[in-house]
């Protein structure tokens, strides 16, 4: 609890100025629906799994507001939930959450995690910021106390997952800084 | 409304229809159009909003999934190009609005604060569509639409008033095209109906409606030409068989009218009217009745009244028509009811004019009651009337005379002169006695020279002056004969009509007897019957005489009288005496001649009789010898009849011979009648009697005063002067100076004269004055029985 406090201490410091009325709550309720609704505008190549897993790496910021997903579907599997401390741990996710409160990614390191076969087909959504111009899939930005999409296309595309372009219009498209 | 139309020209009503069912065919258009218009633009615009919407509500599944207002706003700006709509919502998951995109004329929103109860719906011109938003079967949202609808209408009723302006000017332009054709459709019914307006008005069935085209108007102007021709063809022989019934009805040779029940002409055939002297329209109007003889029209009435009460029966009767100029017909009519289809009663008045044949029975009737010579009633007839009034007299007590009239002298003229001076001398006395008697008395000839007259309401008194006067005018009347003239007498019988009378025949009888009576007593003398009158009663009729004659013949019941002639200057001679003969009847009674001789002559027993008196007259004097010797002469008469008897001559001398009779003492008169009308008889009978010594005498000398001529053919010795002038000879001149001449020519010519009816001593002493030979009659002696000669 006292870690969870520590975390909204830390995001009203944060978002103070901007988003004085957010709640840490309704960030990650917005965030956990954000998470659900990809499913619907993304879609993934076959994988040889019987759920839909989403996978969380690291702490878990949404606490019990994730289990709310475990049970809908996406794709017509029912969604999983797999909760990670590693990365290497990670295996036959469609959706991995990275954390935002862990120190930051390695960004050198992480196109080469990315494309470790545990990797393969997942989207990569995390709150880090500049998570996708640093090699994530997608990443949510706070504007105007609103969680906004930034959004890595080429990433994506490597990872052979397709993105309907109605997504595309409400998020912001950025390109990795490696990658030019 | 629909009375205006039905009197509306047939082109007015095919243009009516026309216009009319443009005007409804537009207006039929117009409405169609509108409502498919109203519903094309609801459905469309419609389609087009909710399309609109499920694109919008595509496109905004993103925005709504990542509450992105920005993006969602700039989807919703999309609309703003479509003028139509006014605004457009779109909320989000929470049914809260989400974003709204505000029309351009209006500053605040018109989308409602959430989403519930929005659906797609109509509110008069405007549009609300709503579209739910669906992500992955999970609605997540809605989009609502409201647009307005009164641009898009508006448009399309424009466009919708070109097309109906364009369907107008089609139409007028159509009409204007067929209002022409308008002309040949109605044109040929048009001169149909004048044309047959034309027969009707002017009956003239030779008119022909013109076939104009072969279509069904041209079959009916072709059925109405047939028509037309049969009607004129059925019309003609109607008129044809009607002109011929008029010309029969009118023709028919009896008069035919048709009369209401009060007698009112109502028509009458042209004959009919020709026959009243009118015109058929003068007659129509007027009464039957005052063409009807008086006195007829009630038995008219009466029949009339009949038909009536009988409407099968025919009644006939003959009535007197009145003509126009006063001419009365005889018509015999049949009437009997008419009733009509409508029940009217009339009367059918049918009338043959039987005039001619009225006429020939009339004559006829008159003929048979007429003497045809004289135009008297004849005996028949008389006796109808004497009927009559013998039955009417029972029951009152008027007084009527019977008058039996009987001429004296007729027999002369008619012997002497021939039968038409006879007939003319009846025709005249005929006349003379009518304008001698009163107008209402009747006078009748009832045979022969016997006249009747019945003089009604008369008593004695009257009846014998009347007769008086009768006898002296036929006394006076002169008739005259080619160069000769005659007078005549008459004897006249009277019988009184009464309660107490006998029947008509006894009455007849009475006064034939009274006349006999008359005659009897000297001629020209009138004598009234009386019941107590014995003479009289015991005079029958001349045919009761002819029998009695024949009896008296053979039974010997005639017996001779003798009446004395004496010489007027009172010289002695022998007897002379002129046998007369009487009848004696069963009861002794002793009948002069004059009652039964006209009968033997009339019968043919003249000639018996007079060779009875011959006979018994030469037996008498046979049988006195010592009379015989003293007899001077005794004169004989015979009948005319007698003198033309072949036998007579031989009679006599047979008898002569038989009783040694001296011829010298027997004189026969005959009368100067017979002897003129048996002239060459009578010449050779004197001639051949005179030869043996008999001598001749010529009685009644004068009557027929057609004597002198023939005296100096009849060689007779005396002339016997007719008594009718002697009688008188005292007072009368004429009759003086008669006697007077016959006497002196009798004398020249050598002959001996005889007055007849001496019935006084003045007549004697006159007589002897005029130097007449010999007298006779009751002045000097009356006849008496031969033996008391």
Redesign the interface.
Known sequence: MSFFRVILVLICFVLAPTVAKAEPSLENK?KVA?LY?FT??ISWPEKNTETFNICILGNNPFGDLLTLLETKKAGGKPIKLYYYQRISEVQQCHILYLPDSTRPVDLAALPEVLVVSSLKNTLTVSSQPSFAEQGGMIGFVLKEG??K?QINLLVLQQQGLSI?A??L???EVVKGVNHE | MNSFFSRLSIKAKLLAILVFSNILSLSLAMVLLIILTVFQVKNSSKEDMLAMATLLAN?S???L????KE?AQENLQALNDLAIVKAACLYGNDGQLFTSLKAAKTNHSLCPKDIQGLATAFKQLELQVFKPVV??DEVIGGIYIIADLTEPFWQQLQYDGIILLILLIASVLTFLLIAPLLTRVSRPIITLANTAHKISSERDYSHRASKQNDDELGKLVDAFNNMISTVEQQNRALVNVKNNYIALYDNNPTMVFHLDLNGIILSVNRFGARQLELKVDQLQGCSIFDFIHPSDVSTCKAMFELCQLNPHKVYKEEIRKICLDGRVIWARESARLLIDNTGARNLLLVCEDVTEAKQLSEKVAYQASHDALTGLVNRAEFDIYLKNLVEDVQQSSAEHALCYLDLDQFKIVNDTCGHLAGDELLRQIGDVLKSNIRQHDLLARLGGDEFGVLMYDCSMQQALRVCDKLRSVIRDFLFCWEDRSFNVGVSIGISMINKTSGNAVELLKEADAACYAAKEKGRNRVHVFTPDDEELASRQGEMQWVERIQRGLDENRFCLYGQLIVPVDGRQEGKHFETLVRYQDEKGNIIPPGAFLPAAERYNMAAAMDQWVISNLFVWLAEHPAFLNDLSVCSVNLSGLSLSDDNMLAFIDQQFSEWGIPTQKICFEITETAAISHLGNARHFIDSLRGKGCWFSLDDFGSGLSSFAYLKNLPVDYLKIDGLFVKDILHDEVDLAMVESINSIGHVMGKKTIAEFVENDEIMARLRQLGVDYAQGYGIAKPVPLDEL
Do not use: Q
Request: no cysteine; glycine share 0%; charged share 30%.
């Open positions: 917005v954000y609704n619907k505008f609103r969680v999409l309907s109605k997504l219009e409400v998020a | 496109r599944t993103a925005a999934s990542f509450d992105d993006v992500l992955d």
